[in-house]
């Protein structure tokens, strides 16, 4: 195939993608409405186009990775009227399931292709490829389509219809949000106990209470430093409220993870909006009443 790609929205997953394609030998054409974030990418090798149109213009194959659904909608809409023959537009952001169905009706109807591929991933693992794609859709298209994945991931699922590769990250999503609440629990049970949390780190991530969750998220407890963000809190309460309507919507219980919601919202409602999840350490040391002093930035 052509080893010519575009991406649309160069931020902190986009942004990746696109260097890392640009470093594995392929032409990427990007664009983002920040012009920081254009520079960024243009200094790693990306072409940078004027507008998401002209990235559909030049690239049969597209990647999209944008914050919010409307932003995603209008992208598509804008592919849609671009002069262009029939592309291939991979969604990768987290979004309800009826936004993903929107956004694949709208390029259907222009003769596009769309998958719907989200990532398991942080953005600091997106940084060095540890990121596993769920890409659902076309399956010759996906099969076409993976080399350029593996330019930027280290494992490639195809799972079947569009819209099971959404599924199934609200099932992963499920999993990490219930995980690093229970690695911030067990941080504070050691902090209580009066243990050194860098070695609660050190011996827990040896043994089998460990989940990969403890092991990106509790250096960051242990250090009661949370930024810079892997995964901004207040962007992550968005992904949360996708997950408990989903399961709602099947009548799917989820104790665990509706309780794990709850701290979320306070980790808000006490100002760590901006940093990352991992800052649930925080308020659940407030309500085992420990209190510790913040390092200088």
């Known amino acids: 195939m052509s080893k010519l790609i575009g991406v649309i929205g160069l931020g902190i997953m986009g942004g990746a993608f696109a260097r890392h394609l640009a470093g594995a030998g392929w032409k990427v054409i990007g664009y983002d409405i920040d012009a920081g974030r254009n520079r960024e990418a243009e200094a790693a090798g990306v072409e940078i186009a004027h507008s998401a149109e002209a990235v559909a213009e030049t690239a049969r194959n597209v990647i999209t990775s944008l914050p919010t659904p409307r932003a995603v909608l209008d992208t598509a809409a804008v592919i849609a009227r671009a002069r262009a023959p029939g592309r291939t537009v991979v969604e990768t952001s987290t979004l309800a399931l009826d936004d993903k169905l929107e956004f694949q009706r709208i390029l259907g109807e222009a003769g596009h292709t769309a998958l719907d591929c989200p990532m398991s991933g942080t953005g600091a693992q997106a940084a060095v490829k540890d990121l596993v ?81 403890f092991e990106l998220r509790a250096p960051m407890m242990a250090a009661n430093a949370y930024l810079p963000a892997t995964m901004r809190s207040a962007t992550w309460k968005k992904d949360m409220s996708v997950i408990g309507d989903f399961a709602s919507g099947l009548a799917c219980p989820t104790p665990l993870f509706d309780l794990s919601a709850s701290l979320y919202t306070a980790a808000l409602a006490m100002g760590h909006g901006a940093e990352d999840t991992a800052a649930v350490c925080a308020v659940l040391e407030k309500m085992a009443g420990i209190e510790r002093a913040r390092p200088s930035s």
């Open 133 to 213: 794609v769920y890409a659902s859709g076309d399956p010759a298209a996906i099969a076409r389509l993976e080399p350029a994945f593996l330019a930027f991931a280290r494992k490639v699922w195809d799972l079947g219809p569009y819209g099971n590769g959404s599924k199934m990250k609200f099932v992963a999503n499920h999993l990490v949000a219930i995980h690093n609440v229970a690695a911030a629990e067990a941080m504070v049970l050691g902090l209580k106990a009066g243990l050194d949390p860098q070695r609660v780190v050190e011996v827990i991530g040896s043994g089998a209470g460990t989940s990969r969750m």
